[in-house]
T-cell receptor
Framework: SQQGEEDPQALSIQEGENATMNCSYK?????LQWYRQNSGRGLVHLIL?????REKHSGRLRVTLDTSKKSSSLLITASRAADTASYFC????????????FGGGTRLMVKP | DAMVIQNPRYQVTQFGKPVTLSCSQT?????MYWYQQKSSQAPKLLFH???????NEADTPDNFQSRRPNTSFCFLDIRSPGLGDAAMYLC?????????????FGPGTRLTVL
């Protein structure tokens, strides 16, 4: 079963605006990771947040984690056309040998 | 640059004709993974190797097999591809097994089944 569910499935914004993507999951986790995938390419790791962390920053990326609500959000500030991609959250499912289970992804389009 | 390489990038095969996809890595990572990703869906783990130890996901069809002859190379064999096996196949590596390790992905092989 899919561990992570992402919301929205698709998001279209103008360059310069902020983009927020949300991820919800079902079981307890040790950490949550966010990955980016350009069309037709492999995934690239963006950021990892541990279960005892509430917020983490990396450049224009800000990730929050609320383990009580089993949810995470990825905020991209001051978006650029080059940020256009699909963004996936991945959780280490304690019921799956701690292998990563990916959510369905949010397809982000940033219009120039 | 250290990286994960997949060949070919695009593969066309016929229904029922065996096909092999290859992955190589220069990262010297212990763990190699194979994922299947269908259009607009999440990558789905098929199996992984921790060194030579093969680990199959419970719902991976028997039609899919894998080989890891050495640390650098891993192969995905699809014995009798069906139309439903058309997908992007992603190879990934991580330094060790365990969820605190980020995974490094190759560019993928897009498989078409005619």
């Amino acid at each position: 079963s899919q561990q992570g569910e992402e919301d929205p499935q698709a998001l279209s914004i103008q360059e310069g605006e902020n983009a927020t993507m949300n991820c919800s999951y079902k079981t307890s986790i040790n950490n949550l990771q966010w990955y980016r995938q350009n069309s037709g390419r492999g995934l690239v790791h963006l950021i990892l947040i541990r279960s005892n962390e509430r917020e983490k920053h990396s450049g224009r990326l800000r990730v929050t984690l609320d383990t009580s609500k089993k949810s995470s959000s990825l905020l991209i500030t001051a978006s650029r056309a080059a940020d256009t991609a699909s963004y996936f959250c991945a959780t280490d499912d304690n019921n799956a040998g701690n292998m990563l289970t990916f959510g369905g992804g949010t397809r982000l389009m940033v219009k120039p | 640059d250290a990286m994960v390489i997949q060949n070919p990038r695009y593969q066309v095969t016929q229904f029922g004709k065996p096909v092999t996809l290859s992955c190589s890595q220069t990262l010297n990572h212990n763990v190699m993974y194979w994922y299947q990703q269908k259009s607009s869906q999440a990558p789905k783990l098929l199996f992984h190797y921790y060194d030579k130890d093969f680990n199959n996901e419970a719902d991976t069809p028997d039609n899919f097999q894998s080989r890891r002859p050495n640390t650098s190379f891993c192969f995905l064999d699809i014995r009798s591809p069906g139309l439903g096996d058309a997908a992007m196949y992603l190879c990934a590596t991580s330094r060790v097994r365990g969820s605190y390790n980020e995974q490094f992905f190759g560019p993928g092989t897009r498989l078409t089944v005619l």
